[in-house]
Every structure is written in C-alpha cells, then in structure tokens.
C-alpha cells in the first residue's frame, strides 16, 4: 500500500497490486460523506445499528461516530475489515487531523478486535476481521447498510447475489444499504433480493450512486 493524493488534496490509499484506492481520488473525505452520510445515515431516525462492509482507514467510521456525537443519536456501528491496514500508514493519512479530532481516529483504529468498545456517548464500535461470506448475521438487525467493498472487478466473491441477499435480510425494515457502485449486475441483484432502489447522484460529480431500500 501507498499513500495517494486526491484531486482535493486529502490522501487516500493506492493498492499497486490491485490498481485500486481506498477512496476517490476526486476526494475521500466528501465521498464518505455523500455516499454514507448524507444518503446512508440522514435516511435514518433514532438510534441504530450500522454494518460496514469495509472499515479500511476507519474513515466512515470516523464520520459517523462524529455524526452520532452531533445529533445525539446512539449508533452501534459493526464493521467487517479481513485485511487490515497498518496503523503506521492510518497515521500518515492524518483523516484525524483533519476531522479535527485525533483523538478520536485513533480510539477507532486502537480499539480491540472481536470486541464491543463503547468509543464515545453516542458511538459502539465492534470490528471483526471476519469476512463477509462467512459471518453470521442477524436478520432484520441493521437500519444502515455501508456496502464499501472494493469495486465489483476487483473484489467479485462481494459482488453477487447470494451476498445481497444475505445483506437483504440482514436489513431491517425501511433500512437502506448504501453503496458508491451503480453497476448493472449490482442493481439487478439488490432488486432480485428484494429492495426498491433509487440512484441518487454519485459523489464529486459521479453521475449516481446506489441506495436500495427494504
């Protein structure tokens, strides 16, 4: 991994091996926020469970533990990472400092493995390095859905249809599963498994997005 300036000047992380970055590169910080944010948590109310698919630079876990703390809602936020970055390269990035909270970024990325750790009043953090494919999960149990796998060429095993519907039902009802993808194969599988989906416009002037609906 190295790290990768973005088109706003924020630093990403660039995989050679993959030709694959961990954020855009017209910007990392304002996609996370688009995508997840703005069409993933504002879609919601009260207090709720996230999944993540994908916690790499922490940075949509940075976001939304800012989010909770902001309008006092209480998130449990499980997030799902098999491969996980080197903390010596999340420190480099600096998404702490330019959040303007360190201490925070650095919590998310010490906090402990396998473990439910109350990070902040509003926010629970509990990372697994289980992958997708095989985890358990509850059905009817998550609110939000944060689908920020690798694109569908680069990561196939996450993009097919027994994984969207294992996640359909994972979903709680009127839950969303936001995703940055609007691949074809993509939406004929979320809606094979039962969303509605609207297609919002992308982040950083990407044409759209993805947002499926149970």
């Known amino acids: 991994m190295e790290l990768q300036e973005t088109k706003t000047g924020e630093y990403t992380l660039y995989i050679p091996s993959m030709d694959e970055t961990y954020h855009s590169r017209n910007g990392a910080i304002s996609e996370s926020q688009h995508v997840f944010l703005q069409e993933g948590l504002d879609r919601t109310h009260g207090n709720i469970h996230v999944l993540e698919v994908g916690f790499g630079t922490g940075l949509n876990g940075m976001l939304t533990a800012q989010y909770a703390s902001e309008k006092q809602r209480s998130i449990f936020y499980h997030t799902l990472e098999p491969f996980q970055v080197p903390f010596d390269l999340v420190e480099q990035i600096g998404y702490g400092e330019l959040l303007n909270d360190p201490e925070l970024f650095n919590k998310l990325h010490l906090a402990e493995w396998e473990a439910k750790e109350k990070v902040s009043e509003y926010f629970t953090l509990h990372k697994t390095t289980q992958k997708l494919e095989y985890i358990i999960v509850e059905d009817n149990r998550y609110e939000c859905i944060f689908f920020d796998a690798f694109a569908p ?15 359909y039902n994972a979903t709680k009802p009127g839950g969303v599963l936001t995703t940055y993808s609007a691949a074809g194969q993509l939406k004929r599988d979320l809606k094979a498994a039962g969303y509605k989906l609207e297609h919002p416009q992308g982040a950083n002037g990407k044409r759209e997005m993805t947002v499926a609906i149970k």
């Open 153 to 167: 060429k680069k990561q196939p095993e996450l993009w097919n249809a027994a994984i969207f519907q294992k996640l």
